[in-house]
C-alpha cells in the first residue's frame, strides 16, 4: 500500500485542541467527474455491455470518474494541506475535449481487471494535468499514464461459458460513443460500498473553466 508524505510541515493543533489524536487514513485521488450528460452517456454505453450477463462489478453512475493522479494514504488531517497545495493549478484548468473511442482491459484481454471506455483527449490535456499536479504533489509522473473511464471490474467467468471478456473488448474495442463532457475536478477518498452504492466520496471540488 502505498503511504503518501507530504511536502510540508503538518498543521499544529492550538495548546486547548491537544490531547490524544487518532488520525484516520484515507486512500485518496484527484479525478475529472462528468457532467450530468456525460453520466447517462457512460451508463447508456454500458447497457449492451451488461446484456452480455459476464460477471462483474459495474461502476456505479455516481463514480464515473478519470483519474489524473493517485495520492495514497493521507490523514485527515493533512486534507486542508492536499487541497491549499493544488488550489492554484485546480483553479486554472480548463475543460479538455474528450472523445469516447472504444473499450480497453487492464490486465490483459484474458483475464482483464478492468475494462474502460477509451478516452480521445484532443490536444493531451488530461495528461498535462497528471504532470502539473504530480509537480505540485512532489510526485513523479507516470510514462504510462492513459485517460479512460472505468466501467467495471471483471470477475472470471465459469468454464465452457459461451462467452468471455476477450469477446465483449473485441466486439466493443473500436466502437464511438462521442464527445463527453467534464465538470470539475474531484479530490476523491476510496472508501468501501455497502449495499451497492457509491465507492468514491468527495471530498472537495473545483469548478473547471470552460
Known amino acids: 500500500m502505498m503511504r503518501f508524505e507530504l511536502p510540508w510541515p503538518r498543521y499544529s493543533l492550538p495548546c486547548c485542541c491537544r490531547g490524544t489524536v487518532h488520525n484516520i487514513s484515507m486512500r485518496c485521488f484527484l479525478g475529472l467527474r462528468p457532467d450530468a450528460d456525460g453520466c447517462d452517456r457512460l451508463e447508456t454505453l454500458t447497457r449492451p455491455l451488461r446484456q452480455w450477463q459476464l460477471p462483474a462489478r459495474w461502476t456505479h453512475t455516481q463514480d464515473f470518474h478519470l483519474t489524473l493522479c493517485f495520492l495514497g494514504d493521507i490523514d485527515d488531517a493533512d486534507v486542508q494541506g492536499v487541497r491549499y497545495s493544488i ?3 485546480a483553479g486554472s484548468m480548463p475543460r479538455p475535449q474528450l472523445r469516447l473511442n472504444g473499450l480497453g482491459a487492464f490486465g490483459g484481454k484474458s483475464h482483464p481487471k478492468v475494462v474502460y471506455a477509451a478516452v480521445d483527449d484532443q490536444g493531451d490535456a488530461c ?8 509537480e505540485v504533489m512532489g510526485m513523479r509522473p507516470s510514462r504510462n499514464f492513459q485517460p479512460h473511464f472505468t ?4 470477475q472470471r467467468v465459469p468454464e465452457h461459458s459461451p462467452r468471455d471478456w476477450p469477446d465483449l473488448i473485441t466486439a466493443f474495442g473500436a466502437a464511438e460513443w462521442g464527445d463527453i463532457g467534464v465538470a470539475e475536478m474531484v479530490l476523491y477518498e476510496s472508501r468501501q460500498p455497502s449495499n451497492g452504492g457509491p465507492r468514491y466520496h468527495s471530498i472537495a471540488q473545483w469548478p473547471l473553466l470552460s
Open 151 to 154: 466501467l467495471c471490474r471483471p
Open 127 to 134: 495528461a498535462a494535468y497528471h504532470r502539473d499536479l504530480c
Open 87 to 89: 488550489e492554484e493549478v
